[in-house]
């Protein structure tokens, strides 16, 4: 008879196994996000939600259902679902969220050249999706032409100059956008001994017009 009994206790019980996790997502910085992780079991699996960062959060007690209200660049990355019982080991499953957020300019590097020399400045944009990038000189856009290189990869941009000459001396705007908003910021390039070399300081000096012509070229793909 005890054996009869351990084998219906056992029959009656039944590893846990997620049945159904929301796909992978994308959403813009703000919005408010539900995960839904869904799972059969017996006993019931109790359901544990887990940020996947090297700090990440574990959401206890939140059952099938997660919810990030108002969600920032900072919560985006993987989510792991855990079901458990005292059957087996746990059933896991992950997702993946997506936050798009605007450009902002995490890094604008002035340079000073002799003429002759090469000269280049460094313009670093932090963004989702990958901003596009744009340079300007007296609201005048630049191409790569004349001895002037445009090369952007990735979150960086970079204007070099083969051979400096006077005319080259002064301002320049890097514009970053995405479909989400665009920025800028001023960097300068310096006869020796005329100025210091420091990051470039945020600016407005591309006007209020041309920064809404370069997103919305961007967003008509232009």
Same mark, same amino acid.
């Given at each position: 008879?005890?054996?009869?009994? $351990?084998?219906? %206790?056992?029959?009656?019980?039944? #590893?846990?196994? /997620?049945? =159904?996790?929301?796909?992978?997502?994308?959403?813009?910085?703000?919005?408010?996000?539900?995960?839904?992780?869904?799972?059969?079991?017996?006993?019931?699996?109790? /359901?544990?939600? $887990?940020?996947?960062? #090297? *700090?990440?959060?574990? %959401?206890?007690?939140?059952?099938? @259902?997660? &919810? /990030?209200?108002? /969600?920032?660049? &900072?919560?985006?990355?993987?989510?792991?679902?855990?079901?458990?019982?005292?059957?087996?080991?746990?059933?896991?499953?992950?997702? $993946?969220?997506?936050?798009?957020? #605007? #450009?902002?300019?995490?890094?604008?590097?002035?340079?000073?050249?002799?003429?002759?020399?090469?000269?280049?400045? $460094?313009?670093?944009?932090?963004?989702?999706?990958?901003?596009? %990038?744009?340079?300007?000189?007296?609201? +005048?856009?630049? =191409?790569?032409?004349?001895? !002037?290189?445009?090369?952007? *990869?990735?979150?960086?941009?970079?204007?070099?100059?083969?051979?400096?000459?006077?005319?080259? @001396?002064?301002? @320049?705007?890097?514009?970053?956008? =995405?479909?989400?908003?665009? +920025?800028?910021?001023? !960097? @300068?390039?310096?006869?020796?001994? +005329?100025?210091?070399?420091?990051?470039?300081?945020?600016?407005?000096?591309?006007?209020?017009?041309?920064?809404?012509?370069?997103? %919305?070229?961007?967003?008509?793909?232009?």
């Amino acid at each position: 008879a005890p054996h009869t009994w $351990r084998y219906l %206790f056992r029959s009656q019980c039944v #590893p846990p196994k /997620i049945s =159904n996790i929301s796909s992978d997502i994308t959403v813009n910085e703000g919005s408010n996000v539900t995960l839904v992780c869904m799972a059969n079991g017996r006993p019931e699996p109790v /359901i544990t939600w $887990r940020h996947l960062t #090297p *700090t990440g959060r574990e %959401f206890e007690g939140e059952e099938e @259902y997660l &919810e /990030i209200l108002g /969600i920032t660049r &900072e919560q985006s990355g993987k989510y792991e679902c855990k079901a458990a019982n005292e059957v087996a080991s746990a059933d896991v499953k992950q997702v $993946r969220v997506t936050v798009n957020y #605007p #450009p902002t300019i995490t890094e604008s590097k002035s340079n000073e050249a002799a003429t002759g020399r090469q000269a280049l400045l $460094r313009c670093e944009a932090s963004a989702v999706p990958t901003p596009d %990038f744009e340079w300007y000189r007296d609201d +005048t856009r630049i =191409n790569s032409a004349n001895g !002037l290189e445009i090369k952007s *990869t990735g979150s960086q941009s970079l204007l070099m100059v083969a051979n400096v000459t006077e005319e080259h @001396y002064g301002n @320049y705007t890097c514009v970053a956008a =995405n479909k989400l908003g665009v +920025t800028n910021a001023s !960097l @300068y390039l310096y006869r020796p001994g +005329t100025g210091r070399v420091d990051n470039g300081s945020m600016s407005l000096a591309v006007p209020l017009w041309l920064l809404a012509a370069s997103l %919305f070229c961007l967003l008509s793909k232009c």
